[in-house]
């Protein structure tokens, strides 16, 4: 099947790429408002950007009202990606639901909110790895924000962490997305493979 740009109407198009672009990584981004109101909310639109200034870039979907973490990053230009592990997975999926803007995700979901270093956003303490990030420039792309933030301050749990700055993605365990699912992400191998490898 080819499916061409004047037929995207006829199929459901967010579904078919939501369902190919993937595993997808999660950014939990903590952010905080000029008012001092916490909020801590998934997306799964999430990479990084650049590695020369070191960037991380996400996408905010709009649906109905602005996103809190929108508003939020707006007002004070700092934010914290936290990576979401297996044992986390449930409070991820709490904080993902719409609560009224002024609400604590952190205190809906039981999780403790950290102090960050860089920034004013809070991390999330249980969390393996925390990306303190300053606000680079925020994209319009039709009704999506395109959200680049630098680098500032990097934290990983020492058990997470290996030598030669690695990290452990056994130790990580993290959690991917998929079309309206996750998945663990569990098994690691080389390329290429051998016929051994497949047998």
Same mark, same amino acid.
């Given at each position: 099947m080819i499916i061409q740009q004047d037929q995207f109407h006829e199929h459901n198009m967010s579904k078919l790429i939501k369902g190919a672009v993937v595993p997808r990584p999660i950014a939990w981004v903590s952010s905080i408002s000029s &008012?001092?109101? !916490? /909020?801590?909310?998934?997306?799964? %639109?999430?990479t990084v950007a650049s590695m020369n200034p070191i960037t991380l870039c996400?996408?905010? @979907?709009?649906? @109905?009202?602005?996103?809190?973490? =929108?508003? /939020?990053?707006?007002?004070? #230009?700092? %934010?914290?990606?936290?990576?979401?592990?297996?044992?986390?997975? /449930? !409070?991820?999926?709490?904080?993902?639901?719409?609560?009224?803007?002024q609400e604590d995700e952190f205190k809906k979901t039981g999780l403790k909110a950290?102090?960050?270093?860089? $920034? !004013? +956003? +809070?991390? $999330?303490?249980?969390?393996?790895?925390?990306?303190?990030?300053e606000l680079d420039q925020i994209i319009e792309i039709g009704t999506n924000h395109l959200i680049l #933030? &630098?680098?500032v301050c990097y934290h990983i749990q020492e058990d997470v962490y290996?030598?030669?700055?690695?990290?452990? +993605? %056994? &130790? =990580?365990?993290?959690? @991917?997305?998929?079309? #309206?699912?996750?998945?663990?992400?569990?098994e690691f191998y080389n390329l290429p493979t051998t016929d051994k490898d497949n047998s």
């Amino acid at each position: 099947m080819i499916i061409q740009q004047d037929q995207f109407h006829e199929h459901n198009m967010s579904k078919l790429i939501k369902g190919a672009v993937v595993p997808r990584p999660i950014a939990w981004v903590s952010s905080i408002s000029s &008012k001092g109101d !916490q /909020n801590l909310a998934p997306f799964s %639109f999430f990479t990084v950007a650049s590695m020369n200034p070191i960037t991380l870039c996400f996408s905010v @979907g709009a649906e @109905g009202r602005t996103k809190d973490t =929108l508003v /939020n990053i707006r007002e004070t #230009g700092q %934010f914290v990606v936290n990576i979401v592990s297996e044992s986390l997975a /449930n !409070q991820m999926y709490e904080s993902s639901k719409a609560y009224d803007y002024q609400e604590d995700e952190f205190k809906k979901t039981g999780l403790k909110a950290a102090e960050s270093k860089r $920034v !004013q +956003p +809070p991390r $999330v303490s249980e969390a393996p790895v925390n990306i303190e990030c300053e606000l680079d420039q925020i994209i319009e792309i039709g009704t999506n924000h395109l959200i680049l #933030g &630098k680098v500032v301050c990097y934290h990983i749990q020492e058990d997470v962490y290996m030598e030669r700055d690695k990290v452990d +993605p %056994f &130790k =990580l365990a993290p959690v @991917g997305r998929m079309a #309206g699912d996750y998945t663990y992400i569990k098994e690691f191998y080389n390329l290429p493979t051998t016929d051994k490898d497949n047998s």
